[in-house]
C-alpha cells in the first residue's frame, strides 16, 4: 500500500512539474513562418495571386477561337399589328406566328489588326398558325470579316500590357509575402522590447527589495544614513510601478503578434532573442540589378510607359479618320421544308463600309492629342524619378545593413560590460564602498545597455527584411525568393 501510494504522488508530483515546464522560446523564424502560413496578410496576398492568375487566363482567352451557339427559341407572337393599305388608310391586322432562329458561331480575333473573322451556319423557321403555313430559310456556310479601319487597335497594345500586368502582380506576391515577414518581424521585437522590460522590472525589483531590506539592518548598525534608505525604498516603489507598466505592454504586444499571425495556441509566448547573426557583404551593383530585375516596380516602370504610349496612339487613332469594313460570304436558301435550304443554295454576299471624318472640331483633336503627349512626358519623368529613388533606397539600406552588423556586436559588448560593472557596484554597495546614488546610475546604465542591444538587434532584423523585401533577392544566401 505505501509503494502504490509513492507511486500515485510521485505521477501527480510529476504531472504538475510538468505543467509548469518550461517550454521552448519561439523564435524569429518560427514567428516568421506562422506569419507567412496562418496570417490573414498571408492569405489576402494568395487570394491576390489567384485572381491576377484568372485574370490572365482571361486575357489569354480572348485571343484563342470562340464557338457560341445563339438564338431565338421559340418566337412566339400572337397580337394585331398595323397594315398601311393601299389607299393610304391603315388596318390593324391579326398575326399568330412562331419565328424561330438558330445560329452557331465560331470566330477568331485578330490582334495584328483589331479585326475579326468568324464562320457561321444558321437555320430559321417561320410559322404561320392562320394560313397553317411553315417555311425555313437558312444559311449552310458562312464566313464573314469585321476589320476596323485606320482605328486604334486595343488588341496589340493589350497583348504587350496585360502579359506585364501578369508578371507585375506574382511579383507583388512574393513582396507581399516578405511584407508580411517585416511586419511580423516588427511586432515580434515589439513583444521581445516589451518582455526584456518586464524581465528587467522584474529583476529590479527583487534586487531593490533584496537592497532595502538589506539597508535596514545597515541603518540599525548606523553604517548608512535615512536619506539613503528613503532613496531605497522609493527605488522600491518605482521598480513596482515600472513592473506593472511592463506587465501592461507585454500584454498589449503579445495580443498584438498573436492577432497578426494568426497563432491560436493560448500559451505564452515567450520569445528567443535572436542573436545568431551570420555576417555577410553586400554588393550594391548586385543589390541594384537584382532589384530591377526582380521587383514588381521595375515592371511597373515599363507598364507605365507603354500605357501612356498606347494613350497618345488612342488619342491619334481616334480624332481622324474611324471607318470599318465588315464582308460575309456564303450561301443561303429558303423552302418549304428544313431539307429545302440544302438543295443547291444560292450564293450569300454581303459588304459594307462604315466611316466618319470630323470636318470642324474647334482644336478637340489637337488638344486632346497634346493632353496624351504630355501626360506621356509625365509619365517618363514619373518613372525616372521614381527609379532614382528605388535605387536610393537600395543604397540606403544596404549602407545600414552593414552598419548594423557592428553595431550589434558593439552593443552585445557594452550590455555584457555594463551587467558586470552594475554586479560589481552590487558587491561594493553591500560593503558599504559604493553610495546609493552610485548605485542607481550603474542601474541605469545596465538597464539602458540591454535595451540598446535589443533595439540593435531589431533594427537589423528589419534592414535584414527590408533589404529582401526591396530586392526579392536572399544575399545570405545568395538566391532569388521565390514561393
Do not use: C
Not at 312 to 336: H, P, Q, T
Amino acid at each position: 500500500m505505501k509503494t502504490r501510494l509513492t507511486l500515485l504522488l510521485s505521477a501527480l508530483l510529476g504531472t504538475v512539474f510538468s505543467g509548469f515546464a518550461q517550454t521552448e522560446p519561439v523564435t524569429l523564424q518560427e514567428v516568421v513562418t506562422i506569419a507567412r502560413q496562418q496570417s490573414i496578410a498571408a492569405k489576402q496576398a494568395t487570394t491576390q495571386q489567384r485572381t491576377n492568375y484568372w485574370k490572365y487566363r482571361t486575357f489569354l482567352a480572348d485571343f484563342r477561337p470562340q464557338l457560341g451557339v445563339n438564338g431565338t427559341l421559340p418566337g412566339f407572337t400572337r397580337s394585331f399589328i398595323e397594315v398601311i393599305q393601299p389607299d393610304g388608310t391603315i388596318a390593324f391586322q391579326p398575326i399568330s406566328n412562331n419565328n424561330s432562329v438558330v445560329a452557331l458561331l465560331l470566330s477568331q480575333n485578330i490582334p495584328q489588326t483589331g479585326g475579326s473573322i468568324f464562320v457561321q451556319k444558321q437555320i430559321q423557321r417561320f410559322d404561320n398558325f392562320r394560313d397553317n403555313n411553315t417555311l425555313y430559310n437558312g444559311i449552310p456556310f458562312g464566313i464573314g470579316l469585321s476589320q476596323p479601319l485606320f482605328r486604334f487597335n486595343q488588341m496589340k497594345w493589350d497583348r504587350k500590357i496585360e502579359p506585364l500586368k501578369y508578371a507585375e502582380g506574382n511579383q507583388q506576391f512574393v513582396e507581399s509575402m516578405e511584407e508580411v515577414a517585416l511586419n511580423a518581424t516588427g511586432f515580434y521585437f515589439d513583444l521581445l522590447v516589451a518582455q526584456v522590460n518586464l524581465q528587467i522590472a522584474e529583476k529590479n525589483l527583487m534586487n531593490n527589495d533584496t537592497l532595502y531590506k538589506i539597508a535596514l539592518k545597515k541603518l540599525e548598525l548606523g553604517r548608512i544614513s535615512q536619506n539613503d534608505l528613503l532613496q531605497l525604498e522609493l527605488s522600491v516603489l518605482t521598480a513596482r510601478k515600472d513592473l506593472a507598466s511592463a506587465q501592461q505592454t507585454a500584454e498589449v504586444a503579445s495580443l498584438k503578434l498573436r492577432t497578426y499571425m494568426g497563432y491560436r495556441d493560448e500559451r505564452r509566448l515567450d520569445l528567443a532573442l535572436p542573436t545568431q547573426i551570420v555576417p555577410f557583404q553586400i554588393d550594391i551593383q548586385k543589390a541594384l540589378n537584382e532589384a530591377f530585375a526582380n521587383r514588381s516596380a521595375s515592371i511597373a516602370f515599363r507598364r507605365r510607359l507603354l500605357e501612356a504610349e498606347r494613350e497618345v496612339d488612342k488619342a491619334k487613332k481616334e480624332n481622324g479618320l474611324n471607318a470599318s469594313l465588315n464582308a460575309a460570304f456564303g450561301l443561303s436558301n429558303r423552302g418549304a421544308r428544313f431539307s429545302d435550304v440544302y438543295v443547291r443554295p444560292q450564293d450569300r454576299e454581303f459588304v459594307e463600309v462604315q466611316f466618319s471624318v470630323p470636318i470642324m472640331t474647334w482644336g478637340r483633336a489637337q488638344a486632346r492629342t497634346e493632353t496624351a503627349r504630355a501626360n506621356q512626358e509625365l509619365a517618363r519623368q514619373s518613372v525616372e524619378q521614381d527609379k532614382l529613388t528605388f535605387e536610393q533606397q537600395i543604397y540606403t539600406q544596404v549602407t545600414l545593413l552593414q552598419m548594423l552588423q557592428k553595431q550589434v556586436k558593439l552593443t552585445s559588448e557594452a550590455d555584457q560590460i555594463a551587467q558586470n560593472r552594475y554586479q560589481i557596484a552590487q558587491n561594493r554597495f553591500l560593503l558599504g564602498d559604493l553610495s546609493v546614488t552610485d548605485l542607481g546610475i550603474a542601474m541605469q546604465e545596465k538597464d539602458r545597455a540591454k535595451r540598446d542591444a535589443v533595439l540593435a538587434l531589431r533594427d537589423y532584423w528589419q534592414t535584414y527584411y527590408t533589404l529582401r523585401l526591396l530586392t526579392l533577392y536572399d544575399f545570405e544566401h545568395d538566391q532569388k525568393i521565390n514561393y
